[in-house]
């Protein structure tokens, strides 16, 4: 009996702590969303760290060009995540203030999921999705944004083609400041 009791302590002791642990609610598969775009460059990076890559970088400032070979590093990674991400769309926040539409393209085997923006208010306002029917691997994702104000507005485009190119272009204007007009470019194979 003096045995028990210490268990019997613990036990309760044990059981008690358990029962205080906050409850998670798992996400309802059933609640279907928008295209991640954070989740598929994640991916894209799973694929990819640890594998040596050499890219082509072209940058355009206004005119001016300039070249260089760049590796594709965790840092620069996380450099192009900063233009992408702010376009993901897959928070059930987003449900219903786009227009989807779906087009086959049989000439091209591909597939393109097209996501339109209801209200110009919304930073993504355009995105496309090419999805080749064969192997339903991404393509290629296009992303067209905007920021807009009484005295500023800056709208980017955003091109992704999985170990081919990555493109961000970006147009700013202010009431304030000479109009600026910015384009990098990531060639693979270098």
Not at 29 to 51: A, C, H, M
Not at 133 to 149: A, G, L, M, P, Q
Request: glycine letters at 2%; a neutral charge.
């Amino acid at each position: 009996m003096k045995v028990l009791k210490p268990i019997i302590f613990l036990l309760i002791i044990v059981l008690s702590f358990t029962n205080c642990k906050s409850k998670v609610t798992p996400k309802d598969p059933n609640v279907e969303t928008y295209f991640s775009i954070k989740q598929f460059l994640d991916d894209q990076w799973e694929n990819r760290k640890g594998i040596p890559y050499t890219l082509l970088k072209i940058s355009t400032f206004n005119g001016k060009m300039d070249s260089s070979i760049v590796g594709l590093d965790s840092i620069l990674w996380q450099g192009i995540r900063t233009k992408f991400d702010p376009a993901d769309i897959s928070s059930t926040e987003f449900l219903g203030q786009y227009d989807f539409n779906s087009f086959e393209e049989k000439e091209m085997d591909l597939t393109t999921l097209h996501y339109q923006a209801k209200n110009k208010d919304l930073f993504m306002q355009v995105m496309n999705i090419d999805i080749d029917d064969f192997t339903n691997r991404i393509r290629s994702v296009y992303i067209e944004t905007s920021k807009e104000n009484a005295i500023y507005k800056k709208t980017e485009k955003l091109l992704f083609v999985p170990d081919n190119l990555i493109q961000i272009q970006e147009f700013e204007k202010s009431m304030v400041s000479p109009a600026k007009n910015m384009k990098i470019s990531y060639r693979f194979d270098y």
